[in-house]
């Protein structure tokens, strides 16, 4: 399909200038540019729903949202899928639950780490200047690779899954999974390894967002809006150190944004 990968925005796409569109006030200052306006991330997410909706629409659904990154995305998307099933024949039954990752050592795998780790590395220096941009430990030097490659081989059985308690009600369930982010994948495979032991009867990945990593194990979902480059976003429930959850579009921070708000 010619949508495969989403809406591919390319790593020399400057983006929108602020100017163009309202944001908060409280944020004013410490973005650098829009990445997707809100609009165009809600009119992406309507034609994911009929998508899914086509494809699985004949069955009963437990949505499986991600928290936190991932309220928003579900919750159009559920409303999307919603609308399309009443003016439809037949309407699905859908079930919504939540999910929160954990992971039980520092440096494992998951939110938690993703994003303590994202604050602490920094661009290398291109002209004498640190440019202070937040990027992936992958494109830092090679000393830490190995280290977290460890780590997170591990992180697989030890993530934890807050807030489902009894994960084996989606046993014989058609299971959508629904995240804001897909960045390396070891998230997503994680989760998913863990789901798969309650054997339900399938299921689905959507991601509003996957990240060009060059992960050579990178995973692709089966439902995704938009295919971003190896950068840090914020908003539309992405958060930095939990702020930017309320900004409706998916946004860059500057320089001033991350100092503000690092913690
Ligand atoms: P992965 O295991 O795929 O590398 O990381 C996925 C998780 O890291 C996401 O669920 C998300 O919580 C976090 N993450 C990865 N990239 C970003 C990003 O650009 N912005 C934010 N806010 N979180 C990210």
Redesign the pocket.
Same mark, same amino acid.
């Given at each position: 399909r010619g949508s495969a990968r989403g809406v591919v925005i390319s790593d020399d796409w400057p983006g929108y200038s602020l100017d163009l569109f309202t944001y908060p006030q409280h944020y004013y200052g410490d973005l650098e540019y829009v990445l997707i306006p809100h609009g165009i991330i809600v009119d992406r997410t309507e034609r994911l729903a009929k998508d899914i909706t086509q494809d699985i629409g004949d069955n009963d659904i437990v949505v499986l949202c991600?928290l936190k &990154?991932g309220y928003k995305f579900c919750a159009d998307l559920v409303e999307h899928i919603k609308n399309l099933s009443r003016n439809s024949e037949r309407f699905i039954s859908m079930k919504v639950d939540f999910v929160r990752l954990k992971s039980y050592h520092p440096g494992c795998?998951g939110?938690y780490f993703?994003?303590r780790h994202?604050r602490k590395r920094r661009r290398p220096q291109r002209d004498g200047e640190g440019s202070g941009e937040l990027v992936p430990e992958e494109s830092q030097g090679s000393g830490m690779r190995g280290r977290r490659n460890l780590q997170n081989d591990k992180s697989m059985e030890d993530m934890q899954i807050m807030g489902e308690d009894d994960l084996s009600d989606l046993r014989g369930k058609n299971v959508l999974i629904v995240?804001?982010?897909? &960045?390396? &994948?070891?998230?997503?495979k994680a989760l998913l390894n863990n789901i798969e032991k309650c054997e339900p009867k399938m299921i689905k990945v959507a991601s509003l967002l996957v990240?060009r990593t060059s992960q050579p194990d990178g995973f692709r979902p089966d439902y995704y809006g938009f295919e971003i480059p190896d950068?840090?976003?914020?908003g539309y429930a992405?958060?930095?150190n939990e702020h930017f959850r309320d900004l409706n579009h998916i946004c860059v921070i500057n320089d001033q944004g991350k100092a503000k708000y690092r913690v």
């Open positions: 991600v &990154g795998v939110p993703a994003l994202w995240e804001d982010i897909i &960045g390396t &994948g070891r998230t997503m990240k950068i840090f976003v914020v992405l958060d930095y």
